[in-house]
C-alpha cells in the first residue's frame, strides 16, 4: 500500500461515475459502498500502531496513566477518485482526460468518523464495471473565497479553515482540537478492487484515531497541545498524515479482507 499524503457520519448518498458524470456511463453500472471505520470487529487486530493499553468502550483509549476520551471526530472531504487498472481506458467524448473518467466532485463533505467497531456506509456510488488498483482523495480546510466553500461555511459556521474537529475528554477535561491540515492522499488498492456487473462491492477508509493523539513512544498526549501554536501540532498532523488505510471490506468487519 503507498500513501502519499492524507485523508474522511453523516449518511451521504451519491454517484460516482466510473467513466464521467452519467449515472451508470456507458454499459451500465455497478454499485460500490464506501466505508468509514476506526476500529476493526472484534478478533481483528485494529491497528498495527494501536495503544499499549486501550479500552473496549468506543472511543476510549488509556496508556496506564492517562485516559483520552473522544466524543466526536469529523474530516471535511471533497474529490474522491478511483484509478482504474487499466489507464488506457477510452474516454467518451463528453469527457476531457482520464481524471475526468474517474474522479467525483463532492465539494466539501462533513464526515463523522465512527467510533464503535466495524465499519459504517459514508457513500453508495455507482462506477462502470472494473478493476480498480487505487484511490485517491482530499482532507479539506474550506475557504470563504471559493463559492462552494461559502456555501459549506454557511451550513457549518465551525468549519471555515478547518479540515478536522474533534471533541472529547482527556483525564477528564473536555477539549476540542481542530487543525488546517489540507492534503490529498492516494492508496493503492492491493488487491485491486473488482467491480462486476449488479453485485455489490465495499471499500473501507480505516482511520487509525488511535494513533492520533500518540507520544513518538506510544504513549498519550493532550490533544489541546496540538492546535495552533501548541506543543504538538506538528506531532499530531504527522500522525494524523500517517493514520489512514484504504481496502475491500465485503463484511463490513473494518478489515482488509
Not at 3 to 19: D, K, P, Y
Not at 96 to 114: H, S
Amino acid at each position: 500500500m503507498h500513501r502519499s499524503h492524507t485523508f474522511a457520519g453523516l449518511l451521504l448518498a451519491s454517484t460516482l461515475a466510473g467513466c464521467g458524470s452519467d449515472t451508470t456511463g456507458p454499459g451500465g453500472g455497478a454499485q460500490v459502498t464506501l466505508n468509514l471505520a476506526s476500529r476493526a470487529a472484534p478478533g481483528a487486530n485494529a491497528s498495527a500502531a494501536a495503544l499499549a493499553v486501550s479500552s473496549p468502550v468506543a472511543g476510549t483509549f488509556a496508556d496506564g496513566i492517562n485516559t483520552l476520551v473522544l466524543q466526536r471526530v469529523q474530516l471535511v472531504v471533497r474529490e474522491i477518485e478511483l484509478k482504474r487498472a487499466d489507464r488506457d481506458v477510452v474516454c467518451t467524448d463528453e469527457q476531457a482526460n482520464e481524471d475526468d473518467c474517474e474522479e467525483l466532485e463532492l465539494g466539501p463533505t462533513l464526515f463523522d468518523v465512527p467510533l464503535s467497531a466495524g465499519a459504517r456506509q459514508a457513500i453508495v456510488a455507482t462506477v462502470e464495471p472494473g478493476t480498480y488498483d487505487a484511490i485517491e482523495f482530499e482532507i479539506h480546510k474550506p475557504e470563504d473565497d471559493d463559492a462552494g466553500d461559502a456555501a459549506f461555511i454557511a451550513a457549518n459556521p465551525g468549519f471555515a479553515n478547518v479540515s478536522v474537529r474533534v471533541e472529547g475528554t482527556y483525564n477528564g477535561t473536555p477539549f476540542v482540537f481542530t487543525s488546517d491540515l489540507g492534503e490529498d492522499q492516494e492508496f493503492e488498492l492491493s488487491p485491486p478492487l473488482v467491480v462486476a456487473g449488479s453485485a455489490e462491492t465495499e471499500l473501507t477508509l480505516f482511520i487509525d484515531l488511535a494513533a492520533w493523539f500518540q507520544t513518538p513512544d506510544g504513549g498519550l498526549l493532550d490533544p489541546a497541545t496540538a492546535n495552533d501554536g501548541g506543543a504538538n501540532r506538528n506531532v499530531v498532523r504527522d500522525n494524523i498524515r500517517n493514520s489512514i488505510e484504504a481496502f475491500g471490506d465485503d463484511d463490513g468487519n473494518g478489515r482488509d479482507d
